[in-house]
């Protein structure tokens, strides 16, 4: 560490080594470099200090993270006491529909995935257990944001931006707060090709006990199949109905 590095600096260089192994699913120490505009010596330590650690490892000139992750990772799922009920769900309504379910919760102004499950039909999509996603462009997203305390939803918004992802995408906070209060009064939400073009999905908000907002759940699948009679209707009542068991379970188990 040079005398002008801080500590807190040296700790962010850390997580961008490793977010840039992750994103580029292993790389060289040379492109580490390169595109993190640091020396390469200065990356090499880094790397010593996380193989000695165990976080990253190395295969023939490439780095990548280590399964120790994996232990962190389910670690902070399993924080939510009630995972296994959301995942016995999830499984259930992929069965049940033969789409793509999802559970998300948010932090750091983004939604979470920490269960998901395909049915028989579903289609292959980027989602994946830890993948964060914008509230904005999500069925479960604006699910979190309209079930929120105002003055949290407020706050949110005024840290979050609005990326287009495509041309559905909500960009205008004023648009979006008019989806939300339509979201809040019919209990559900629909994300119209608003991250991904040709997927559509439905999700509702997932509340407990004294209705505290847990997180969300929804079904996405794609849009020959998601018709809005059946994402309005059949879709958003299974979905529904799931919500009110869990928050009945969840409300009267001991």
């Known amino acids: 560490m040079t005398a002008e ?3 807190m600096q040296t700790l962010v260089n850390g997580f961008d080594i490793l977010n840039e192994i992750q994103n580029s699913n292993g790389t060289r ?5 390169t595109n993190l505009d640091l020396p390469p010596s200065t990356v090499h330590r880094y790397l010593k200090t996380l193989e000695e650690l165990e976080y990253v490892v190395r295969e023939g000139d490439k780095y990548q993270l280590s399964l120790r992750f994996l232990d962190h990772g389910i670690h902070a799922r399993n924080r939510q006491q009630a995972f296994p009920l959301f995942e016995e769900k999830t499984k259930e309504i992929a069965r049940q529909t033969g789409e793509r379910v999802q559970f998300l919760v948010l932090e750091y102004g983004q939604a979470v995935h920490i269960c998901h499950e395909v049915g028989e039909q579903a289609v292959q999509t980027d989602s994946r257990i830890g993948k964060r996603v914008h509230l904005h462009s999500t069925a479960a997203g604006k699910c979190i944001l309209a079930m929120l305390p105002v003055n949290e939803r407020d706050r949110i918004l005024s840290e979050i931006c ?14 979006l707060r008019e989806e939300l209060d339509l979201v809040a009064d019919r209990r559900y939400g629909i994300n119209d090709e608003e991250r991904i073009v040709g997927l559509r999905s439905v999700g509702v908000p997932i509340v407990g006990k004294e209705d505290v907002l847990i997180g969300a759940m929804s ?7 998601m018709l809005d009679d059946r994402l309005r209707g059949e879709l958003s009542q299974v979905l529904l109905a799931v919500a009110d068991e869990i928050k009945l379970r969840l409300t009267y188990s001991s």
């Open 5 to 7: 590095t801080t500590p």
């Open 29 to 33: 120490l040379t492109d580490l470099a």
């Open 162 to 175: 609005l990326p287009k992802q495509t041309e559905n995408t909500i960009t205008e906070k004023d648009a």
């Open 219 to 225: 079904i996405s699948g794609p849009t020959n199949r």
